[in-house]
């Protein structure tokens, strides 16, 4: 919800900046098709990835399509995440992974969402056609833990591990 007074404009505007963040470890041949792919969605948006001591050239790549990069030793996802949180200042942050698992089409309308409905989350459940992209084993432990949150909390969640989400600065 938001506090008492606070100035959270209805529409986006030049002003707001997005970060679009992507964790990434050995992601070389699809860091440059990701990157690519979120800045024709959100042009405005600046596009950091966090190398977690990859062994191929994903710093090279990334830097090479034009993202920031940024470090971190600390092995892990979890460590990725938290020190991209950590550097990047922005407005909203839109979190990806580097391997093509999330569509950037939906972007916009995940940021719309956030912004217009006055959100600091919004989780997108993934829909793929590549298999390889979501294994089984993947796919039933996520249903049996999404199953399990909705019997608590309610219908509010149907991928509740998807890494694609979108962020207020607030959280």
């Known amino acids: 919800m938001e506090a008492a007074g606070s100035k959270f404009p209805r529409a986006l505007d030049a002003e707001c900046r997005i970060a679009v963040l992507i964790p990434c470890f050995n992601e070389s041949r699809?860091?440059?098709?990701?990157?690519?792919?979120f800045r024709s969605q959100l042009p405005?948006?600046?596009?950091?990835?966090?190398?977690?001591?990859?062994?191929?050239?994903?710093?090279?790549?990334?830097?090479?399509?034009?993202?920031?990069?940024?470090?971190?030793?600390?092995?892990?996802?979890?460590?990725?995440?938290r020190r991209l949180f950590s550097d990047v200042e922005a407005d909203l942050y839109l979190?990806?992974?580097?391997?093509?698992?999330?569509?950037?089409?939906?972007?916009?309308?995940?940021?719309?969402?956030?912004?217009?409905?006055?959100l600091?989350?919004?989780?997108?459940?993934?829909?793929?056609?590549?298999?390889?992209a979501y294994?089984?084993?993947?796919?039933?432990?996520?249903?049996l833990l999404t199953t399990l949150v909705q019997v608590i909390f309610g219908r509010r969640f149907n991928d509740m591990l998807s890494g694609y989400r979108v962020f207020s600065r607030r959280v």
Not at 30 to 37: Q, Y
Not at 52 to 64: I, K, L
Not at 120 to 126: G, I, K, W
């Open 120 to 132: 600091d989350m919004v989780n997108a459940a993934r829909r793929t056609i590549d298999d390889a």
């Open 135 to 143: 294994r089984p084993g993947h796919r039933f432990g996520n249903k």
């Open 30 to 37: 699809t860091i440059a098709a990701v990157v690519e792919a």
């Open 44 to 81: 405005d948006a600046e596009i950091f990835v966090c190398d977690n001591n990859s062994t191929d050239t994903t710093v090279q790549e990334a830097r090479r399509s034009g993202a920031h990069v940024c470090f971190e030793n600390r092995q892990g996802k979890g460590a990725a995440v």
């Open 95 to 118: 979190l990806v992974d580097g391997d093509m698992t999330y569509d950037a089409p939906s972007a916009a309308a995940l940021v719309d969402a956030l912004w217009t409905r006055r």
